[in-house]
């Protein structure tokens, strides 16, 4: 987020959206005077039900949709701009794939669009097919995968052209809590490098855990923006963590509260997430040996995706060994 | 840690591998060993034919894989020109064509009547394959090009491809590219069959000698036509004028209504009577322009049609006497100048020797009426020929290849139109609508003759060739007339076939951009013909058409609007 001088990667100003029929009339507004910012580096989270206007907005983004009114600026110049395109990735909320091509020949015609030559596409392919685990089968039609691997697939097809903006529109859905997971820590890892990601989701908890800033939508507005401490934290309220409290340890604490005359309104145990221990779990059976017919487990984020590895993190240090995902899911477990 | 990769099948080599491939060398192998098995049961001709079968199935994939290797450099267009055709290739469609002709065409030479003239045999075999080849690439076109697009708006893959550095019109060309190529691939390999299937059944037995120097004449070759003028053009000319002046002096109001019709009536009604031997008139046609030195043969083609006026008789006999240049023809022979006698209502070829033209490369030929007396009538029926194709002089000029090279490249020229028409057609409707529109072009670009004679004679005009300016007053006029009698239905059929006659003049005719035809008649195709056809229909019409897809693409909102 910082040191990149602070450029402003997406741009809206009081964008609506009319979508008119047939004889013109005005049929739907799907999005209303919505202004948006987001900044070089930043994880922005899209938020809202279905059909509060993330999508159109998205497409609009996109040059898909011309809004009705307002103004777009996508790294400085119009979305239809083509010298835009080439540095942005997109990832429909469904893949929209051709059914008769093969995982490998999917990835190679986006790369054509993008006039990478013939061995720039191979080597590319190559990293991104291994880092969503498709490599084992990258020969079959993708009509043949399952919604998750179609994500994966369409995920690689985002990022074969290193964009500097990766617009992911429900980029967990359909995946199972390994691929989500994996797919999580890959926005982290491409938003260390100095990425820019808007990400658009229903599943909160993904928000919540990636996201710099939110934007809460509802009936094509903006009804709530801000970082997400700004927008989660709950001043009224305070919690201590520590080691299990023998009673007489907490009665004390409650002696203490009281002097102040502030009383105690919870004392729990802290649960772990289920995401976490199913995750465990996955983890350790992979460890174990057991076959499973889905994707692979994923490798290493792909070298030529920019930015500085070294900024990787947990993600950066294993994208090192040939375990990498499972060492940082592992590690990422233990931080739990 | 582990292995983590699970596989779920063996790891395989080859990049490409679509289901559809898989089947194919079983199916070769089983049919060359058929074909095997035929030749030495004694049955070449079945052998031929389905050697032939698996050699065309063989030629199309490794054309197919061409066509990919040569669309695989990094460009937009090219990108999504290969997709078109891998998209092509996993729906199977091309491939169920190419089993449809693969299967056909090798087994239509063994359907047809051995006791048939060979000639007409093979001309019906050209006709027959190149139509129905013509035909069903024309069908794959349609569907594969509003396929594709309406496909990816439907399934909003076009917003994949759209989102990346592809402008709408790339995208467009793109489609079309693919589809033109593969096109291409699927016509050169077709072609090719049947070039092969033609030569194949040329060398048959024949049913006389006749008949051979018929195919070799008239059917593997490639013949100019001269059509006649005549011989005293000037009298002719000044006899025309000075009838049609005195047309403009005797009933100036209906010569001032349509100046050129009558004019163009008067001209064909002297022509016709030119073309039409009395027992007591002798008519010569001037043929000119035959240059002896460049004939490629010793001998030239009298190709006519004559009719006798004797309604009523079926297949009735002409009889007439001929002169090449003052000389009778065939030469006397003990005294008797010999005469030609021939069904009538039926094309005849005569040949006739070059050494008859003159050194000006000119070819008078006289024909007189030598006609019997029919019982009951005084005066033999008179002879008649069509102006046009009915009395023709042609010439050997070209190649049977060149020629049916020229010929595919005028079907390609149809084809590359076709899925411009069907590719701007999908850029604003959805599929069934789109594969309608197409259709309709299509049609009307095949019938668009037929069609232009339906509209006149609905809405009681001639529209003949006459000029734009006086086509716009003459229907003008037409509908001021009908308002003025409050004949509104009349009016509004006029109406209506004013939008019916622009669409009309917006499509391209493919008769008048024929090739077929041309081929199995042993016609010459001129070069400049043939690329001009090209140009027009390969070039000019898709550059407008990919156009005007693109206008309406640019400004379609590619959503499908959930909310309400």
Known sequence: MDGNGGAVDIACIGVTKTFRDFWMRPRVRAVEGVDLEVRRGEVFGLLGPNGSGKSTTIKMLLGLLQPTRGRIAILGK????????????????????YRFLTGRETLDYYGRLFRLDRRARRERIDMLLEMVGLAAVQDRPVGEYSKGMQRRIGLAQSLINDPQLLILDEPTSGMDPVGAHQIKELIATLARRGKTVLLCSHLLGDVEDLCDRVAIMYGGMIRAAGTCAELLTRRQATILEAPTLP????????????????????????????????????????????????????????????GDPAHDGAAGQAAAGADAVDASLLESLTRR | MTELVTNLAPASTSSTRAAWRQPL??????????????WLAGRPLAATAIGGAAGLA???????????????????????????????????????????????????????????RLEYRLQFFLTWSLSAAAFLLAMVTIVLACGSVCGDIDSQRIHMTLSKPVERWQYLLGKWLGIVLLDGVLLAI????????????GRLPTVDAADRRAVDEQVFTARSSVRPEHPEAAAFEAAIAAQVEQIRQDEPAAFAA????????????????????????????????LDRERLAADVIQLRLKPFADNVGVDRAEVRFALWLNGRP??????????????????????????????????????????????????????????????LEILYRSGSFTGNFLRGLL?????????????????????????????????????????????????????????????MVRLRMGLLLERINRFEWWEAAKTLTSWAAEGFLALVPSFGTHDGITEVATGRLLPVTQAFGSAGILGIAYPVALVALGWALLERRDLVNVSGS
């Open chain 2, 258 to 289: 349509d100046p050129a019709g009558v004019g163009r009536r008067i001209r064909s009604e002297r022509v016709l009577e030119w073309h039409t031997i009395t027992a007591d008139v002798v008519s010569s046609f001037l043929f000119t322009g």
């Open chain 1, 247 to 306: 009673p007489a340890v907490l009665d004390e604490v409650r002696g203490v509260l009281a002097r102040h005359d502030i009383s105690l309104t919870r004392v729990d145990h802290p649960r772990r997430s289920l995401e976490s221990l199913f995750l465990e779990i996955v983890a350790t059976a992979r460890a174990e040996g057991v076959g499973t017919a889905g994707a692979g487990a994923g490798g290493p984020v792909a070298e030529f995706l920019g």
């Open chain 2, 329 to 390: 023809f065939p030469p006397i022979r003990d005294g008797r100048h010999e005469e030609f006698v021939l069904p009538s209502l039926m094309f005849h070829t005569i040949d006739l020797p070059a050494s008859a033209i003159d050194s000006s490369g000119a070819l008078r030929v006289t024909i007189a009426n030598r006609n019997l007396v029919p019982p009951g009538e005084t005066q033999p029926t008179n002879i008649a020929f069509s102006p046009g194709k009915g």
């Open chain 2, 190 to 201: 077709i072609g090719a069959g049947i070039l092969l299937g033609a030569r194949a059944l």
């Open chain 2, 410 to 470: 005028v079907g390609w020229a149809k084809l590359a139109m076709l899925a411009a028409a069907a590719l701007a057609a999908a850029s604003c409707l959805a599929f069934p609508t789109a594969v309608l529109a197409s259709l309709m072009v299509y049609v009307s670009a095949v019938a668009k003759g037929f069609l232009a004679n339906a509209i006149d004679i609905y809405t009681g005009t001639d529209g003949g060739q006459a000029t734009l300016a006086s």
């Open chain 1, 78 to 97: 119009r979305p239809k701009d083509v010298e835009t395109k080439r540095r942005v990735g997109y990832l429909p909320e469904e893949s929209y794939l």
């Open chain 2, 25 to 38: 060398p079983l199916a070769v192998t089983a049919a060359m060993i058929g074909a095997g098995g035929l």
């Open chain 2, 58 to 116: 063989v030629a199309f994939v490794a054309g197919l894989r061409l066509l990919r290797w040569a669309l695989g450099g990094g460009n937009e267009v090219s990108g999504v020109a290969g997709a078109v055709v891998d998209e092509a290739l996993g729906s199977r469609m091309p491939v169920i064509f190419m089993v449809l002709l693969a299967v056909g065409l090798p087994i239509l030479p063994l359907v047809l009547d051995a006791t048939e």
